[in-house]
């Protein structure tokens, strides 16, 4: 089972920081299963590639990939997070 390494653009620390207690636990629970292989609630995005969000309530996390880095770019609110 590939086992990936999660960073985080210091854009996706400052949303991070802000979403609420209940929402990091969920996010925390999402990116150990990303980084072990497990199954996540994960879709590409159209016209960019290598790059996927991950579905977390009301939440989105877009990340990209590269090699057996995933690079956490923004998270926030589904209306929010796609417009840059």
């Known amino acids: 089972m590939e086992r ?4 985080f653009s210091r854009n996706a620390v400052k949303n991070y920081k802000k979403l609420p ?9 999402a990116l ?4 072990e292989g497990l199954p996540v609630d994960l ?3 159209a ?3 290598n790059t996927f ?5 009301k939440y989105r996390l877009l990340f990209e ?15 929010d997070v796609y417009k840059h």
């Open 47 to 49: 016209g960019e590639e």
């Open 43 to 45: 879709n590409p995005i």
């Open 4 to 7: 990936f390494e999660i960073e």
């Open 53 to 57: 969000r991950i579905r977390v309530g």
């Open 32 to 35: 150990s299963r990303l980084s």
């Open 65 to 79: 990939v590269t090699g057996r880095t995933i690079l956490i770019v923004r998270i926030g609110s589904r209306g």
């Open 21 to 29: 207690g209940n929402y990091k636990a969920l996010v925390d629970l």
